[in-house]
């Protein structure tokens, strides 16, 4: 690497939504600094502690549409990915699927939305 740029594009890193009451998109909240699991968790928690993290379903509205199908995480992190037959990249049953990170505790165990 000598006399080469050291680096790139982290193209996995945690960013999230930032909902107010009524399901208002206001913004977004990005993380980059460790792995890619860990930058999604700290960005969950940081919307969470913002008290920006409305998108589960109330009596007037209905839910704000994810793909992870978790309803009370609606926008989280999916692992999915399974290892090919055939060599190669995974397959993800999704098709949003991630791989796993070391030392990250699981998403599931995130606090869920708020309405």
């Given at each position: 690497?000598?006399?080469?740029?050291?680096?790139?594009?982290?193209?996995?890193?945690?960013?999230l939504?930032?909902?107010?009451?009524?399901h208002?998109?206001?913004?977004?909240v990005?993380?980059?600094?460790?792995?890619?699991?860990?930058?999604?968790?700290?960005?969950?928690?940081?919307?969470?502690?913002?008290?920006?993290?409305?998108?589960?379903?109330?009596?007037?509205?209905?839910?704000?549409g994810?793909?992870?199908?978790?309803?009370a995480?609606?926008?989280?992190?999916?692992?999915?990915?399974?290892?090919?037959?055939?060599?190669?990249?995974g397959?993800?049953?999704?098709?949003?699927?991630?791989?796993?990170?070391?030392?990250?505790?699981?998403?599931?165990?995130?606090?869920?939305?708020?309405?």
């Amino acid at each position: 690497m000598v006399g080469h740029k050291i680096g790139g594009v982290n193209v996995f890193g945690g960013g999230l939504g930032l909902y107010a009451h009524g399901h208002l998109l206001i913004g977004g909240v990005g993380v980059s600094g460790d792995t890619s699991c860990a930058d999604h968790n700290i960005a969950w928690r940081v919307r969470n502690l913002l008290g920006l993290d409305h998108m589960a379903a109330s009596s007037s509205l209905p839910a704000v549409g994810g793909v992870s199908g978790d309803p009370a995480r609606p926008d989280n992190i999916i692992f999915d990915i399974t290892a090919n037959p055939n060599g190669g990249t995974g397959n993800s049953k999704s098709g949003f699927g991630h791989p796993t990170c070391p030392n990250t505790s699981g998403s599931a165990a995130l606090p869920p939305v708020q309405p």
